[in-house]
């Protein structure tokens, strides 16, 4: 484990640490998250939340995916 970081729990789900909100509203993606998740500058992200539930940022293409599971897909 690298010093200074911490990886909760051993299931699907893990927390790749924090990030500081600047003054433009902009945050920096934890390096190991970015690695993990194939992030590269200039990727889309795409942002989702509600107020009693937060935010959710990923990559467009996982709501796509969810969507051909959902409603099945064309061919």
Do not use: C, W, Y
Not at 3 to 31: C, E, M, W, Y
Not at 33 to 40: D, E, K, L, T, V
């Amino acid at each position: 484990m690298p010093s200074g970081k911490h990886i909760l729990g051993q299931s699907k789900n893990r927390v790749f640490g924090t990030a500081k909100v600047g003054d433009r509203g902009q945050i920096v993606i934890p390096q190991e998250a970015r690695r993990f998740f194939g992030i590269s500058p200039g990727d889309t992200l795409l942002i989702l939340g509600n107020e009693s539930s937060g935010l959710v940022v990923t990559k467009p293409e996982i709501l796509h995916d969810l969507a051909d599971e959902i409603l099945g897909k064309e061919e």
